[in-house]
C-alpha cells in the first residue's frame, strides 16, 4: 500500500463519509481539533518520522493530498507515493 492509500485507509476509518483526496477535512466540519493531533500522531507512526512544530501548520494535514505532499516531502522523492 502507497502513502496516499495508507492515509486514505486511516482517514476513512475515521471520517463517515466518502472523501476525495483534496477535500479539506476541517473546512467540512468533518473533524475536530483532537482529530488533529490523532492525525499528527499517526504520520510519526505509520512513516516513522517526527513533526516538527513548524510543520503543525494546517495546511499540511487538511486533505488526504496535502498529508500526502507532507509525507512525500519530507521523506524525500525516493520514497513511495
Do not use: H, T, W
Request: aromatic share 10%.
Amino acid at each position: 500500500m502507497d502513502v496516499r492509500d495508507r492515509i486514505r485507509s486511516y482517514i476513512g476509518a475515521k471520517v463517515a463519509q466518502p472523501l476525495e483526496d483534496d477535500d479539506d477535512i476541517f473546512e467540512l466540519g468533518l473533524v475536530d481539533s483532537l482529530f488533529g493531533l490523532q492525525l499528527v500522531s499517526f504520520v510519526e507512526q505509520e512513516f516513522g518520522m517526527e513533526v516538527d512544530g513548524d510543520d503543525l501548520d494546517i495546511d499540511n494535514f487538511c486533505s488526504i493530498a496535502a498529508i500526502n505532499r507532507f509525507v512525500v516531502g519530507k521523506m524525500g522523492a525516493g520514497f513511495a507515493q
